[in-house]
T-cell receptor, first 112, second 117 residues
């Protein structure tokens, strides 16, 4: 059990570019969650999956954001046409059932 | 909708002193409540959680919290602060399950704890 792994740890991108983050949950965890944390704030829920099904999406998740978990294992979060307001820490978490258990170290996105 | 209030953004205590971090919640249904700790440039680590049953919950690293429905509170305490406790602490609410509550966590803004030698 190596914990929840997120890659990359840091990403700097120019405004307007697309970025993709990856999350590898703890093996056999069927639930996977994405959160966004801006400076000085608590994490905000974006979306979650049970196996490969995306069960809930926040209104924060605009049409520029898309998340997938194609085989019920790893997940990707893509942001298209990035904006400076997208700069944040993107956190992934996984659990074996309901209730969030284990968070990854996050991907810090900086849009310049 | 559920929400969490953590009043203030920073608490400073001396090593060995009592740690008290306040959390009040708003929920139209019985909530599930959590405390997480975050060290710099790291993800969140679960300290403790309350779902049902005993209202005094013990967690890791000597922390505990008490669910008080009448006060809509879930304050976090530790009798004696250690230098290694310096971090940011987040209170969160979710659920309840299986009454159809959401699995998502709603976090407070966090409280930065400084421990002075």
């Amino acid at each position: 059990d190596t914990g929840v792994s997120q890659n990359p740890r840091h990403k700097i991108t120019k405004r307007g570019q697309n970025v993709t983050f990856r999350c590898d949950p703890i093996s056999e965890h069927n639930r996977l969650y994405w959160y966004r944390q801006t400076l000085g704030q608590g994490p905000e829920f974006l979306t979650y999956f049970q196996n490969e099904a995306q069960l809930e999406k926040s209104r924060l998740l605009s049409d520029r954001f898309s998340a997938e978990r194609p085989k019920g294992s790893f997940s990707t979060l893509e942001i298209q046409r990035t904006e400076q307001g997208d700069s944040a820490m993107y956190l992934c978490a996984s659990s074996i059932g309901p209730m969030v258990g284990t968070f990854g170290s996050g991907t810090r996105l900086t849009v310049v | 909708a559920q929400s969490v209030t953590q009043l203030g953004s920073h608490v400073s205590v001396s090593e060995g002193a009592l740690v008290l971090l306040r959390c009040n919640y708003s929920s139209s249904v019985p909530p599930y409540l959590f405390w997480y700790v975050q060290y710099p440039n790291q993800g969140l680590q679960l300290l403790l959680k309350y779902t049902t049953g005993a209202t005094l919950v013990k967690g890791i690293n000597g922390f505990e919290a008490e669910f008080k429905k009448s006060e809509t509170s879930f304050h976090l305490t530790k009798p004696s602060a250690h230098m290694s406790d310096a971090a940011e602490y987040f209170c969160a609410v979710s659920g309840p399950l299986p009454q159809g509550g959401s699995e998502k966590l709603v976090f407070g803004k966090g409280m930065k704890l400084t421990v002075n030698p």
